[in-house]
């Protein structure tokens, strides 16, 4: 009887680390989506080092940031090269969503890009 609680206990555990996996990938493939619509062609998007950064540990995972590269075809049909991207939580929006992403290569200041990266991700 105490095996069958301590399997049972272990499932429950094993179930509850996949509904945050599933939450994390969730906010990581709305990111990806939101990224994707600001390219060219969002179709060609392709993405590496995606993840995501929260500010502490114990963070609200509402607060999670979404970070990572992309590459999409640029206006002469060639791939442009991997940008850096920083998609941030919206502070009273519904959970989940994320604000319009930034971009590296459409930032009006590459250093304050450069120290929003620093600081989020």
Known sequence: ???MRRLAA???LLTGCNLLV???QRRIDAAQQEVAALLRDPATAQ???VRIKRTTP???PDMAFVC???NGINAFGGRA???RFIAMPKVNGPDGDLMRPLLEETSPS???FAREWATAC
Do not use: I, T
């Open 47 to 49: 993405f590496r080092n």
């Open 68 to 70: 990572g590269e992309v």
């Open 110 to 112: 590459p250093d304050a």
């Open 22 to 24: 599933s939450a994390d």
């Open 58 to 60: 114990s963070a609200d």
């Open 81 to 83: 090269g991997f940008k």
């Open 10 to 12: 272990a499932m429950l």
């Open 1 to 3: 009887m105490a095996r």
